[in-house]
Structure formats: structure tokens, C-alpha cells
């Protein structure tokens, strides 16, 4: 198994008719066995082949998360070629950079709407080929061919050995996939990241976390996610995991309870709304309930220190502990399946807040850290290793270190082979044979990373103050009436920041108060409003040194979102974006 194909062949071979995966069709959860999913890529790969496909070549996909996608993946690569992963929430002008960069000579796309997009841009895609309609959309252009009629293909195609001698042919150090960064500024860059690269992660992953065949993976995030295409995706097919779908970020609490998966991967956003979620369902009930549920959280929390400082709880704390399970942890772990034995976070940094309030529940979230270029796993927390607020221990095989200005450098098999068609962002990147991460950090005593800020995200003050904002924004978050929060601040006197209200919770303290409104946005101005938000950001802040606490800030009427431009695919802001776009409110600010 030292290829992604080769891989893929091999379990295939050991589980046969089980259970691989399973997605929703008509309100239904449909099973796709090990042996018809393979079946459909031995048809693909030579479909691939004779569209003139060779190895080497890019294929691109641009669709949400489905077997579909797993399937052209697999073929892509079992016949030596590389895939290009799209977000499917991508613009046509954004899908056609990221084509014509690659030289990808093929595409499959999730929708007709997909199909729309780059048959929009096709004039400026000279050495696009054709597109595949994975939902097999027909159309009379000639250039496009339906997901079935290129299995048709697959399985007319003369040759039948051909698809096993190019798998064969495959090496563990040949492309196999190019992704590009999420672009929280300027182009995106493509990240040339081999099998290897991959699967060192993986067999790393799998020999520090227990993951079982008999396990059910939710899988969330998008496959064009490093993280999700390696955790959630790959270390399940290695490990013989059952993938199951997810439908919807809206959808996924019934998920959770339906499927009742043992494990999934996410960022930090998930894991803040369900912290928000909690604290509103408790907010609403009776005083009583809510003494009883702060009462339990704190039981938690006191016998999650002892756990994972791995000191023994003593028998008060045990029996006080059991009690605040039954009456309360239990409820809401039923509501997640019942099975679960961990979450991943990784993506941004999770507030140490979050984690606590989720372990003291018995829910283990274990935060990790790495990047697209490093395939994706540098550091983690482990079942048996966890420091809450740090990113975890780095990983066997690989190497990090701190350089002097702070940043964190990385070296090991996971590390990209360079940038696609940048070779000096590559050299730069990789200089001196490290692997530059852009992140700022540092090792505790016990080896533990901690992550501080990105580094180009680091505001100087006008006082010459280097000021971390996702520190101070994690912890502004935590308040239950901001939604979102963007600190600013660089070569100014003070520090500012954007805040998007938690509008449901906003309202209804507005109610309580007597302040009459007809929709949520009258109440930005008025003065009751900016001393609560005044009075928050005093309170959360009052451990911060004096330089690192908001002087102003300006409430806006509309949550950022991707549609919007201003967060990633992945939910980052894209700061730039941000502060182009809010500018005037920003100058505001500071006359």
C-alpha cells in the first residue's frame, strides 16, 4: 500500500462486499459496498484512459462532497495521473484560474450548475478536454459526457490490463494531487503533495489514534480540505472505517443522531456554534436547570483536569461526576449518536474554552495542527496526551522547530514537494530544507505546541506592540451575543475591531430591557446596545495586557460569510477582504 491506488485495491481485496460508505438519496441513507465502488473505478479509469488521459496529467473535480468524488479520485489516481480538488462553492472566474493553472485536461462536476460555471470560461481553457457530469446532467455540447457514459467508455475500452499496469507504474514519490490554498489573499497557490506525502500522514495518524474497521466516520468537511481529504477520508479507508456523508452543516445534528458516527472532523466554527447552541437550549430553561447544568459543567471540569493531567479522581468527585451525567452530559451525548470517542479540530485555532466545556461534557476534542503543504498533520493532541490551548506533540517522522523571529519551521515525508509552477515561492518556502509555516508559536516545557498567530496576521501597533488578534477574537467569541469578530490595529494607536452580534441573543436581551425595535439592525445605534457591547468587551478582556484590549469597535448588521467574499471555503477570514470592504466604518474608528 505505498500508493493512494494501491491502497484503495488492497482493502478492497480484504473487505469485499462490506459497507464502505454511505450518503442520502431521497431521504434515504443508500450503502455502497468496498466491491461496487471499486467496480465503478476499474470502469473510470480506463473511461480516463481513453479521453487521452496520461500519466502525469491533472484531472480536476469540482463538486461537493459524494462517492462520486471519491470514485473519480480513486480512478485519477490508480491510472497515474493527479487529481485538482475545487471547492464547489467557487465562482467561474475562480474555477478558471485554478484549470488553466494546472493544465487540467479533464474535469468532473457535481451539478449542472458546476457544469454551467465552467462551460462559462471554457473559451479561455484551451487544453480542457472535457467535462464529466457526475449527476450525469446531458447537454448538447460534445465537450461535455455524463459520469455513466465515461464509465460506458471504461468498459468498451480494449486493453483490460491497462488500468492495472499504469497502477502498478505508480510511485510513491509521483504527483498525486494538487491543492490550492483557500487564498485569504491574492491568488491561490497549487500544492504539489505526492502519495507519500499522504500516506506517511496517514500511517502515523492511524498508529497514534485507535481507529477501528468496525467504526463509523461522519465526514463534514470538504474532501478539497486537505484535513478532511486525509483524516476523515484516507486514514478511514486505511483503517477499513465506514464514511458516511454528512448532508449539511444545517442537517448535521440529525445526522449526528442517525448515523451515530465514533469519530469526525471539523474547525473551530462547528464546534462554536454548538458551544453557542448549548448555552442558548440552557439560557431558556428554569433557573433551577440552569444552577444544575453550571453545577454539572463545573464537576466536569474539575475531574477533566484530573484526567488528563492523568491523576486519579478522587471518590467524591467520582460519584458528584456520575450524577452530572445522568442528569445532564448524557442527554446531550445521546443527541451527538452516543458513540462518539472524539472530535478532530484543526483548520485555525480552538479556543482552550471550548475544549474545556466540551471535555468536562465527557466529549474529547482532540486539536491538531498542520497546513495544505504539510499534507496536512505537523502536531496533535492524542486520547492519552492532551493539553487543552495547545495543538498537541509533534508527530513521529517529522521535525519542527522555532526560528528566532518566532516562526514555525517543520521538515519530514509529509512535506509538499513545492508549489505548482512557483519555483521561487517554492525555494522560499522550503529554505534552508524547512518547510516555513507563516505561523507564530511556541514549545511549552512538556513539548507541547502553542500556537500564537499567523505571522502576516500579527498586528504592530503604532507603539511597536505585536499583538496576536485570533487570541483576543477567540476569546471575545466565547461571549454569547458576538456572533464574529475581526480585531484590527496595524500602525494605529489602538486596537479596533468589526463585531457581527449573535442577533437571536441580542434581540432578545433588547426585549428584556424594553427597547422597542422592528428588525435587529435598528438596535446597532442605539446607545443601550454599544454599552453592552462596551461593558463585554471591558469584561472579556481585562486579563489582557493594556495594549491588547479593543478601544472601539463598530457592530455590523450582516454575518461574514463565503458567499459574501470574506471567509475562506474553510471558514478563515479573509482579513484583507475585510478591511477593504469595511473600510470607511474602520477610518471611523481612528479620526
Known sequence: MDTIGGMFKSQTEKYGDRTMMKHKVGGAWKEISWNQFYSRVRNLGPGLISLGIQPGDRVAIFSANSPMWQMADVAV???????????????????QYIISDSGSRVIFVGTEDHMDRVLEVKDDLP????????????????????????????????????????????????????????????????????????????????????????????S????????????????????????????SIDALVDDLADIRPHWMVSVPRLYEKVH??????????????????KWAVGVGGEASKLKVNHKPIPFGLKVKHKIAN??????????????????????????????????????????GYGLTETSPIITCNLPDAVRFGSVGRVIPEVEAKIAEDGEIL?????????????????????????????????????????????????????????????????????????????????KRKYLSALIVPSFDELEAWAGSEGITFDEGSELLTDD??????????????????????????????????????????????????????FGEDIQKMYE
Open 77 to 95: 489516481l490508480s491510472i497515474g495521473a493527479a487529481d485538482v480538488p475545487l471547492y464547489a462553492t467557487i465562482t467561474a472566474r475562480q474555477a
Open 220 to 247: 463534514f468537511l470538504p474532501l478539497s480540505h486537505v484535513l478532511e481529504r486525509m483524516s476523515g477520508y484516507y486514514t478511514s479507508v486505511f483503517n477499513g472505517v465506514t464514511i458516511v456523508h454528512a448532508q
Open 410 to 490: 517543520a521538515r519530514g515525508p509529509n512535506i509538499m514537494k513545492g508549489y505548482w509552477n512557483r519555483p521561487e515561492e517554492t525555494a522560499e518556502a522550503l529554505e534552508g530544507g524547512w518547510f516555513h509555516t507563516g505561523d507564530i508559536g511556541h514549545f511549552d516545557d512538556d513539548e507541547f505546541l502553542h500556537i500564537t498567530d499567523r505571522k502576516k496576521d500579527l498586528i504592530v501597533t503604532a507603539g511597536g506592540k505585536n499583538v496576536a488578534p485570533q487570541n483576543i477574537e477567540n476569546t471575545l467569541k466565547l461571549n454569547k451575543y458576538i456572533e464574529q469578530v475581526c480585531v484590527l490595529g496595524d
Open 127 to 218: 487544453e480542457l478536454m472535457k467535462v464529466v457530469t457526475m449527476d450525469n446532467t446531458e447537454t448538447d455540447d460534445p465537450d461535455v459526457i455524463t459520469f455513466d457514459g465515461l464509465i460506458e467508455l471504461g468498459e468498451e475500452y480494449a486493453d483490460k490490463e491497462e488500468f492495472d499496469r499504469r497502477l502498478e507504474a505508480v510511485k510513491p514519490d509521483d504527483l498525486c494531487s494538487i491543492v490550492y490554498t483557500s487564498g485569504t489573499t491574492g491568488n491561490p497557490k497549487g500544492v504539489m503533495l505526492t502519495h507519500d506525502n499522504f500516506l506517511s500522514n496517514i500511517s502515523t495518524a492511524s498508529s497514534l489514534i485507535t481507529v477501528d474497521d468496525t467504526d463509523v466516520c461522519l
Open 326 to 367: 445522568k442528569l445532564v452530559f448524557s442527554k446531550i451525548y445521546e443527541k451527538m449518536g452516543g458513540r462518539l470517542r472524539f472530535f478532530v479540530s484543526g483548520g485555525a485555532p480552538l479556543a482552550k474554552e471550548i475544549a474545556e466545556f466540551f471535555n468536562a461534557m465527557g466529549i474529547l476534542i482532540l486539536e
Open 528 to 581: 443601550r446596545v454599544d454599552k453592552l457591547y462596551r461593558d463585554i468587551l471591558a469584561q472579556a478582556l481585562v486579563e489582557f495586557d493594556r495594549h491588547e484590549r479593543v478601544v472601539k469597535f463598530t457592530l455590523l448588521s450582516e454575518e461574514m460569510t463565503e458567499a459574501s467574499g470574506l471567509l475562506t471555503p474553510t471558514l478563515k477570514m479573509k482579513r484583507k477582504m475585510v478591511a477593504e470592504r
Open 276 to 293: 453557542a447552541g448549548v448555552l442558548a437550549n440552557v439560557e431558556s430553561e428554569s433557573e433551577f436547570k440552569q444552577k444544575v447544568f
